[in-house]
């Protein structure tokens, strides 16, 4: 989770080098073809969301494990003391009690996915191969500084406010609806 996006998307640049990365050495190794990760329009994508995933790894564990961390131990130790076992403390009291984290990971997972994979993008697709991995951010770099179509720039801006504006205040409503408090 430290290390910065750029650094991440350099190193998988050289773990994923179709001729001399370390995951392809390992690939034609077990005697398969080496996989164009960066290239294949059908895999790039995939790749993209994988970094992207893996990298959010962290931020996920820090939040969930700060939540489990909250949750009033004697809840927990009055259900032992009932008999409950290991599964129906996780599935009555912790689940429950961590349903408003995991929406509010699921809520910034959505919305701020495309944002978070910028950075990959960038370094190591530049969008490509063929359009695969453009995403709404991208749009917006690339129409505002790459070829200054501020136009462009700011309707993909609006685009990206009010569709996500609305996705928004629907996880909220979810997040609302579905989410139990121990108050």
């Known amino acids: 989770m430290i290390i910065a996006p750029v650094v991440a998307a350099s190193v998988f640049r050289w773990l994923l080098d179709p001729g001399h990365g370390l995951v392809n050495v390992g690939i034609t190794a077990l005697g398969f073809e080496p996989v164009q990760f960066l290239n294949d329009p059908d895999i790039a994508i995939w790749t993209i969301i994988f970094i992207t995933g893996w990298k959010l790894v962290g931020f996920a564990t820090l939040i969930l494990s700060a939540a489990n961390a909250n949750i009033d131990p004697s809840l927990v130790e009055a259900a032992r003391m009932d008999g409950a076992t290991r599964w129906q403390i996780i599935r009555d009291i912790r ?9 509010f990971l699921v809520m910034m997972t959505i919305l701020l996915g495309a ?60 997040m609302e609806r579905y989410s139990f408090h121990d108050s």
Request: no cysteine; charged share 5%.
């Open 95 to 103: 689940l429950p009690l961590l349903s408003s984290t995991i929406l």
């Open 115 to 174: 944002q978070w994979s910028f950075s990959y993008i960038h370094v190591l697709t530049e969008g490509g191969p063929l359009g695969a991995t453009t995403n709404i951010y991208y749009l917006l770099w690339e129409f505002g500084f790459s070829s200054l179509s501020v136009g462009w720039s700011s309707a993909a801006a609006m685009i990206l406010f009010l569709g996500f504006g609305a996705l928004a205040f629907l996880l909220l409503r979810l």
